[in-house]
């Protein structure tokens, strides 16, 4: 079955930076276009970044030039490099895939804590 496991969450300075990865299975992961969402406390889930099976990129406002989304179709490995955080970007961080006319529907993380402090 599809499973996606975030990692590299943790707690940092703002003006700090975290690289968070997705290992994927269960599904072709090359032919998916994948996102990272995000929540905070008492907020709405929302899209940060999105990245399609041909790489193109999309970011929130909030996000773009700090934030860069990447992945590598051999090790089904989705990754968000953040930079320059501010307290703002503390959330829990989904990966998500974007995919659901192949899949069938969209499947979550488990999602991964991130803390800026001032």
């Known amino acids: 079955q599809v499973q996606l496991e975030e990692s590299g969450g943790g707690s940092v300075q703002a003006g700090g930076s975290l690289k968070l990865s997705c290992a994927a299975s269960g599904y072709t992961f090359s032919v998916c276009g994948m996102a990272w969402y995000r929540q905070a406390p008492g907020k709405e889930r929302e899209l940060v970044a999105a990245?399609?099976?041909?790489?193109?990129?999309y970011y929130t406002g909030s996000v773009k030039g700090r934030f860069t989304i990447s992945r590598d179709n051999n090790k089904r490995t989705l990754y968000l490099q953040m930079n320059s955080l501010i307290t703002e970007d503390t959330a829990v961080y989904y990966c998500?895939?974007?995919?659901?006319?192949?899949?069938?529907?969209?499947?979550w993380g488990q999602g991964t804590q991130v803390t800026v402090h001032s």
């Open positions: 990245i399609g099976s041909d790489s193109t990129t």
């Open positions: 998500a895939t974007h995919c659901a006319s192949t899949l069938g529907k969209t499947y």
